[in-house]
């Protein structure tokens, strides 16, 4: 007896089944109430007091693989059938296999900072959610300046005093705050303003933020540092010229023109037919911004900067339409393969 229970256990271990009307066979056999359990079942009440603990248990383990059993070949004819290959290592990587690819946006944000790095700055983030301080008051925003106009910056609902950040010119303020000079700082990070979505404009982009400051720094050191960023960045021959401009952080503020020339039809459209393309930001630390910070303009001064990161790779890898840096389009990610 105990030797049947046996084979029946091997049989349904080794069962394979190949359609509907093999499972079916398979219950009949074993599990339907004339067939080999039940049967065992009842032919359980004759077996002789001395075996019936043994064969009692092999038979409930029968009656568990039968059921397990079933379920499992039912399952299976659902899923498609028994078409797993014991031979096939499910675990090994398709072929060939695609390479991802840095994002343009990243590629410039890598380069810039390790130009900078080599001469001795350090990188530093700030908060993406900021206060008025930071963003414009300690930066020297007169309380009336259009730009904390509701129309370009983004504030937090529940309480005005705090909106996303429009610039990263606030990790400046926070660095200042915290540290005393030799200062020597960029801050790359995401920043918000709330424009419309256009082929050149967009409602977050990137930025990066230089700051130096130290005892009798000039507005000569600030042109040598960025000259030797364009030359690093846009090549070795790369001239620069410093355009004057306003910013309420800085005095004298200036932006700074890359020459691109006027070779192509395109070339023209880029620069307005000037040659010149304007690429930054920057300008001496005003000495209100760096007071409101805690360090003496009578000892120290020092210059900042800020640039555009989807700005700068639309100049370097000639993109049109600010949008796509966005969209993460496999199409448009893919043409950075061999730039990276
Ligand atoms: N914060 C300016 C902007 O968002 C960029 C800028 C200009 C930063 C001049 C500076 C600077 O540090 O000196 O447009």
């Given at each position: 007896?105990l030797k049947k229970l046996e084979e029946y256990e091997k049989q349904i271990q080794e069962l394979v ?167 020597r700082t960029i801050s790359p990070g995401r920043v918000f303003r709330n424009e419309a979505i256009s ?142």
């Amino acid at each position: 007896m105990l030797k049947k229970l046996e084979e029946y256990e091997k049989q349904i271990q080794e069962l394979v089944i190949a359609s509907k009307e093999d499972l079916e066979n398979f219950r009949l056999q074993f599990l339907s109430k004339k067939g080999i359990v039940p049967q065992l079942f009842t032919a359980f009440r004759d077996v002789p007091n001395e075996q019936k603990k043994e064969f009692g248990q092999k038979l409930n383990v029968l009656k568990n693989l039968a059921e397990t059993k079933f379920k499992e070949l039912q399952s299976e004819l659902k899923s498609g059938g028994n078409a797993i290959d014991p031979n096939i290592d499910l675990t090994v990587p398709p072929f060939p296999m695609e390479l991802g690819t840095r994002h343009p946006v990243n590629m410039v944000r890598r380069e810039v900072v390790s130009i900078f790095e080599r001469i001795g700055f350090t990188v530093s983030e700030g908060p993406e959610i900021e206060d008025d301080w930071h963003n414009f008051s300690a930066l020297n925003f007169p309380p009336e300046h259009p730009a904390r106009d509701m129309q370009d910056t983004f504030f937090v609902a529940k309480d005005p005093d705090f909106a996303l950040r429009t610039h990263t010119s606030s990790v400046q303020v926070r660095v200042m705050e915290n540290q005393q000079p030799p200062i020597r700082t960029i801050s790359p990070g995401r920043v918000f303003r709330n424009e419309a979505i256009s082929a050149r404009a967009h409602c977050i982009f990137h930025q990066i933020e230089g700051l130096y400051i130290d005892k009798n720094v000039s507005f000569a050191d600030m042109k040598d540092t960025l000259l030797y960023f364009a030359r690093e960045f846009y090549g070795p021959e790369t001239k620069i010229r410093l355009r004057p401009s306003y910013f309420p952080f800085t005095e004298p503020s200036a932006e700074m023109d890359v020459y691109w020339g006027l070779e192509t039809e395109a070339d023209h459209r880029i620069t307005k037919g000037t040659g010149w393309l304007e690429v930054l930001g920057c300008g001496m630390v005003d000495p209100n911004v760096l007071r409101s910070c805690g360090i003496d303009p009578d000892v120290y001064s020092g210059f900042a900067f800020g640039m555009g990161i989807e700005r700068t790779a639309m100049l370097k890898y000639q993109v049109k339409d600010l949008r796509l840096f966005f969209e993460n389009d496999k199409r448009f990610l893919d043409q950075f393969k061999a730039a990276y």
